[in-house]
């Protein structure tokens, strides 16, 4: 088994032991610690920070969104096509559909209300458990750095790319988070299972092929 692969494994392990903990878990009261922490005391519809830390983070949380993602995911698997790379568009178009089904899936199985301790920031409709922006920006952004990286010959290349695929996943579960929108918990799930749904498909295709 060769170092992606590996790595491949080793995040399908540690994504789903990280979400089998998570569900076990009983951290609401952490969970409702750290959203009070980004609220101005005494006052939960205002948020720490300068006026234009809010803006800018409403920005941020778009680009994990399902247009934004949708967007980017069509450019790769054009250019893919294009360049006649088959197993790479294959696993952008399991990735991203597929860990789609299964957010929505484990959404409305788990039902878990979104946070009214304080004031959401952004317009949200689903329900809270596990993060669909964490998630799908965890297997959007991984797999596009992985396939990226996968090209790139000399190691501070892959590593710049992948440090650049997992800093924009972390930003953006961040920000829902600050937003008012989502509990920690629901975006350390996110994480969790976006990571271990990516590095899943890695090894299916890598296995066919």
């Known amino acids: 088994m060769n170092s992606a692969n590996r ?7 540690l994504g789903l032991l990280g979400f089998a903990l998570l569900v076990a878990g ?9 959203l009070m922490a980004l609220r101005q005391p005494g ?10 830390l809010a803006l800018t983070l409403r920005d941020v ?17 054009g250019f893919l096509l294009v360049a006649r790379q088959g197993r790479a568009a294959a696993l952008l178009l399991l990735a991203l559909p ?38 799908l ?12 990286a996968g090209a790139a010959a000399p190691r501070r290349q892959r590593g710049y790319i992948l ?5 924009l996943t972390l930003l953006i579960g961040a920000s829902r988070v600050y937003l008012g929108v989502h509990w920690p918990s629901d975006v350390l799930a996110g994480w969790c299972l976006g990571t271990a749904w990516a590095g899943s498909c890695w090894l299916a295709l890598r296995r066919r092929g």
């Open 61 to 77: 949380t778009a680009l994990g969104g399902i247009p934004v993602l949708a967007l980017l995911t069509a450019i790769a698997l």
């Open 43 to 52: 006052d939960p519809k205002q948020p720490i920070g300068p006026a234009w």
């Open 163 to 167: 440090g650049v695929a997992v800093a």
């Open 98 to 135: 597929g860990g789609l089904v299964l957010n929505t899936l484990l959404k409305r199985g788990f039902d878990r209300p979104r946070p009214d301790l304080v004031a959401h920031l952004v317009q949200v409709e689903s329900s809270s458990f596990p993060s669909g922006h964490a998630m």
């Open 137 to 148: 920006s965890a297997i959007g952004y991984l797999t596009l750095g992985a396939l990226l």
């Open 26 to 34: 009983r951290g609401h009261r952490l969970d409702e610690a750290v």
């Open 7 to 13: 790595a491949a494994l080793a995040a399908c392990i």
